[in-house]
Each structure stands twice: as C-alpha cells, then as structure tokens.
C-alpha cells in the first residue's frame, strides 16, 4: 500500500480548514511535554502514533511538540490550531479536549506518514489546521440488551477508537442489563453491567473527554422486566401483545397510570445514576406501540393518548429533576402529537432518531427546532438484521442526519447501533457506521457528498489498521451485499430476513423480489468482497478476531443467498416439505455451524449471558430443517 504524499484526503474526521507547510525533519527521538493535567492523554496518543510509526519520543523540555492552552474564544470549548512546520509541532487550544484533539489529529497524520518498507519516517508533512465540530455532542449508543453484553476490555478498547475519533458521548442502551439490587430476577441470566464496571469504565471515558451518559428505558421496551410474574402487574397489557421484538406473545410496556411503575423507575434511578458523573440521563420513552390499548384505553379515550403520554413524560422528568439529571429521550410519540411540543419540559432533550437514508430528517429537526427544545438527531450505523451491515444506507442516513441536523440547530449527532433479532453482526459490521457518523458529526460539510470519501482505505488507516490495504475493502464489499439481492426491505437485509425469519408470516414482504437469479449474482459478490481476506495485515491486539468476524459475515451471506436459492427452487417461501430431506439435513449441519461459531467469535468480545438466545435465532430454523 504505497504511502500518499500529504495526503490531507485521509484525516478522518477531515479538519475544517488546512493548509500545506514546510515539511518537519523528524528528529532521532522527538521531545513530548512531560505529561501533566488535562494532557496525559494527548502526550499518550501522541507516544503511541510516534512508537507505531518506529520512533522512540523522549519527554522532557524543550519539546519538539508543544501545547498550548489559550484564553481564546474563537477556539470554542474543543477547537485547537495545529502547526506542524520546519521548526516542529505547536497545538493551540482553549481546553485540555480541544488539546487532545489536536494531538488525535497530529497522531493520525503521524502514521499516514509511515513508509510501507519499515523502519521510521524521515520526515513529516508540514501542514497547518484550523479546526473546531460542528454539533457539541457527537455521542454513540451502543446496544447492550439484545443479547451482548460487551467485555470491559471490549468497551475500553472502543472507547479509545472512539476518542481518537473525537466522538465525546457514550450511551449503552440498557433494558435489563444493569445488575440492580433486589431485582436479580430480571437480570440474573443477562451477564449484566455491575455499578462496578459503570465506575471503572466512566473514569476511562472522562480521561479521553468521552461523557459516559446513563441510558434505562423506561416505559415501552420494557418486556424483559415484564416478563417475570413480580413486574407482570405493572404492564399496559399484564396478558401480553404480539410485537416486533420477540415471537412470543408479551408485556412490552409499563403501565403510566399505575403508581408502583415510578416508584419502580425511582428505584432503578436511584441505584443507576450515582454511578456516572454525567448530568445527563436517556430514559427512552419511545415506541410505546400497546399505550391505550388495555390498562389506560379509558384514560386514553378520555384525555388522548397524546396527553396521557405526556403526563407521565412529566412525572419520569420530576424524578430525574429531584435528582439534578438533565432527560433525554426518544421523539418519535411526541411528533405524533405535534401540538403538545410546546408543553414538553423545557430542558428536556429530544432524540429525533430514523434510520434509512430517506428519514425525514429536515422535517423533525425543524419541528423540534421551531419548539424551542434542545434535540439530537439520531442516526445508525445500519448493522443490524443485516449480517454484515448496509453501507450506502448508512452513509446516507448518517449524512443526512448531519446536514439537517446543523441547518436547524441540533445540540448533538448520536450514533445507534442496535442488535435486534439476536445481535448477529459482528462488531466489524459497524465500524463503517461508526467511522463515518464520527467524521459527519465533527465536519458536516464532508456528508453534502457522503459516497465520495475513500472509505475502504479510511477503515484500513484509522480503524482496522491494515497494512495490507485489504480490509477495508472486505468491509464495504460484503457491506454492499444486500443490494444485489433484489429487495431492499427497510431496516434490514433481505438476505438477513430469508434466514433469521424462516417460515414466519412476516418473511414473505420482507423479501419480494428476491429471486434465484439475484440470490446467485449476491453471492457472486461476496466471493468477490471476501476474496482478499487471505492478505491481512492487520495491526490490532484483536487481528485474529477481526479476521474470524469476517470470514463469518462471508460465510453466513453466503449461506443465505444459496439457502434462499433452493427454497426459492422448491417455489414455496412457506414450507421446507420441497426440499429433499437429505439437503434439509446438510443446511441444518451448516447453519448450526454457523450458530457456533458465532457463539465462539462472540465470546472474545461480549459476556455469555445471552449469546445462547442470540444463536438460538439461527439454530430455531436448523432445528425446522432437520425435523421437516
């Protein structure tokens, strides 16, 4: 992979403003600053890019790289300049954050200077940065109730990827994955996030001006609590609905009328939030799709409801203010009721989320705008019900997400990354989402043209670090695979729902469209998108998993599209009876070996507790093939 000269194209996110200089001769051991307050992270990452690169910094004075921080208003709360010239390094900044986005950028500039043969750069590029984001919080929300929970080594390790990326908000969506006290019941099989593991992984976050905001649905999506005969009393509907979420029928949602549901909430608050130091909490709130339909229908009837919605948003929000928390949650019922925006609380905080690049972003964002409300906009990475992720959906949604939410004024870009139905993309399926979010989210003006970035290479420099310029590559390629199946479903992958949804009455719309003549050009392409995983030169303390993560996503799209073949060939989507048996029995030996070694993979980055309902996803249709 040959070494760009300057290549100011790769910066990722892509500074604001910069400027070619006189190139700095790279001293044999280049001077940090002695590390001190509010700069040891950024000497830190500065020591690590040097190391990488094949370069042993000193610390001491007088420093080849210089901070400075500077009473200077034009530099906003994490703006800095950065000058890299003939007579060394100087990163000017207003705070100890904008410091260490400096130093993020210099680190990465350090690297896209490393020859390709070995051995330490001569020289470095000299350039000059002007450089401050565009939304204040740029924040990723990651999914830690469908079915994985991540390692702590897991999340520090994202952490830092996300820091270098000057992403500064953290959310872990949390149904029932906390380890509350007196509620084992709920939480005991779940491998939960202990307040322990919230300290630990808060104080990390606070050492690379990351926000670690707690998150605890709190009205719908409540069916993990519900579920279990102590809480069953509290739901809307205690007799359970049918929803997308499961395919049982269940309790999804809290009831609002009930007084046990906050005294229950206080107690999840009071036990949750003193573990964090954010001010901030998401209590959800969103899709509260069985509201009015038993316990409060009369409510309902009677008031609206819109209104009984609201007034228990009213009654969560006194219990977060009694605790000097700041609420964010989701917009989606109150754009529903667009004449109660006006009497929501004023210093709650919307999060206008959609997740395909034709959401209405300018439409929601200037209502939220014209309330007065602070909002979010809410994109996703598109990883989930896809295997291996829907990269030009992503790009687009997220890019779309950027340049309307700057146009109305949002307060902050949040990233989601979901796992629903089994969590079964790899985390690799993400990392484009992620990369990408991070970029639009500090710069907007680079999503007016999101497709045109070189994201392959993007990946291969700053997320999964390979020399080989293979990767990359691998990613986008088997990213594009649902679009060459003939249906593109909304919020998912065609070839995701031909598997996972197997003989459920919802497949069929899901997947209209597909036939076996693009079922057989899909996998034409993945062969293709999987060909360079033989060359990988991956330089992560996780490489051998990295390259497991992808040879499974290339295994398991290819299952799909000759599974979806021969169901197609039998001409009957509805029944497995078609197929010889002596077929259905080898695609059952396939797909529950499929189911075990994603539990094996899953393993290296998440705890056990759910990983069996998460393959159970798969193994639910083997079992269909091997007893048909």
Not at 54 to 70: I, Q, W
Not at 135 to 147: E, I, K, P, Q, T
Not at 466 to 471: L, S, V, Y
Not at 577 to 589: K, N, Q, T
Request: net charge negative.
């Amino acid at each position: 992979m040959a070494t760009v000269r300057r290549p100011f194209d790769l910066l990722l996110p892509r500074p604001h403003r910069l400027e070619p200089a006189d190139d700095w001769v790279l001293p044999a051991r280049p001077a940090l600053p002695p590390s001190r307050p509010g700069l040891s992270a950024a000497v830190a990452r500065l020591a690590a890019a040097f190391a990488r690169a094949g370069v042993e910094p000193a610390h001491g004075e007088p420093a080849d790289v210089r901070f400075h921080l500077r009473n200077d208003a034009c530099l906003g709360a994490e703006g800095y300049r950065l000058e890299v010239n003939g007579g060394g390094v100087d990163v000017a900044a207003a705070t100890p954050a904008g410091l260490f986005y400096g130093a993020a950028t210099l680190a990465q500039w350090i690297e896209l200077h490393r020859p390709d043969g070995g051995g330490a750069p001569a020289r470095i590029g000299g350039l000059s940065v002007d450089d401050r984001p565009d939304f204040a919080a740029r924040g990723v929300m990651l999914d830690v109730s469908r079915d994985k929970v991540p390692r702590p080594e897991t999340l520090r390790a994202l952490v830092d990827l996300l820091a270098g990326l000057k992403v500064n908000q953290l959310q872990l969506y949390t149904e029932h994955t906390f380890a509350y006290r007196g509620h084992e019941a709920v939480w005991r099989d779940a491998s939960p996030l202990t307040a322990e593991d919230v300290r630990d992984l808060d104080a990390w976050c606070a050492e690379r001006f990351v926000e670690l905001v707690p998150n605890q649905q709190s009205f719908g999506h409540f069916h993990r609590w519900l579920v279990h005969p102590d809480y069953r009393p509290l739901a809307e509907c205690p007799d359970g609905i049918e929803h997308p979420f499961s395919l049982a029928v269940e309790p999804f949602s809290l009831c609002p009328l009930d007084p046990g549901t906050l005294d229950l909430l206080d107690d999840l608050y009071g036990q949750l939030l003193p573990r964090f130091t954010s001010r901030q909490v998401n209590v959800g709130l969103d899709e509260t799709i069985d509201l009015g339909r038993c316990r409060s229908r009369a409510a309902c009837e009677e008031r609206g409801r819109g209104r009984v919605y609201l007034d228990f948003l009213r009654r969560v929000h006194g219990l977060l203010a009694a605790r000097g928390r700041r609420m964010q949650f989701w917009g989606d019922v109150v754009l529903q009721h667009p004449e109660l925006l006006a009497e929501l609380p004023a210093d709650a905080v919307a999060l206008e989320w959609g997740y395909e690049a034709d959401h209405p972003f300018a439409a929601d964002a200037a209502r939220f705008a014209a309330s007065g409300l602070d909002f979010f906009v809410c994109p996703g990475t598109s990883g989930w019900n896809s295997f291996a992720g829907r990269a030009t959906n992503a790009l687009g949604n997220l890019a779309s997400a950027a340049v309307h939410g700057r146009a109305h004024g949002a307060a902050g870009y949040l990233v989601t990354d979901w796992g629903d139905y089994g969590h079964l993309q790899p985390l690799t399926a993400s990392y484009l989402g992620l990369a990408a979010g991070a970029a639009f989210a500090w710069n907007a003006a680079t999503a007016e043209t999101p497709l045109a970035p070189p994201w392959a290479e993007l990946l291969d420099r700053h997320v999964l670090r390979d020399r080989a310029g293979a990767a990359g590559r691998v990613v986008t390629g088997l990213g594009e695979a649902y679009l060459h199946a003939g249906r593109t479903p909304r919020n998912g992958s065609a070839l995701f729902f031909l598997v996972v949804f197997a003989l459920l009455e919802r497949e069929r719309r899901l997947v209209q469209g597909v036939t076996e003549g693009t079922l057989a050009a899909t996998l034409e392409h993945v062969g293709t998108a999987a060909s360079g995983l033989g060359g990988l030169r991956l330089e992560r303390d996780d490489a051998a998993v990295v390259e497991r993560e992808l040879a499974w996503t290339a295994d398991v799209l290819a299952f799909a599209c000759r599974f979806g073949r021969r169901r197609l060939a039998s001409g009957d989507l509805g029944s497995f009876d078609a197929i010889p048996r002596r077929d259905r029995r080898a695609l059952a030996r396939e797909l529950r070996t499929l189911a075990e070694r994603h539990r094996e993979i899953s393993l290296e980055r998440y705890r056990p507790g759910g990983l069996e309902a998460s393959a159970g996803w798969l193994t639910r249709v083997a079992d269909l093939l091997a007893s048909a």
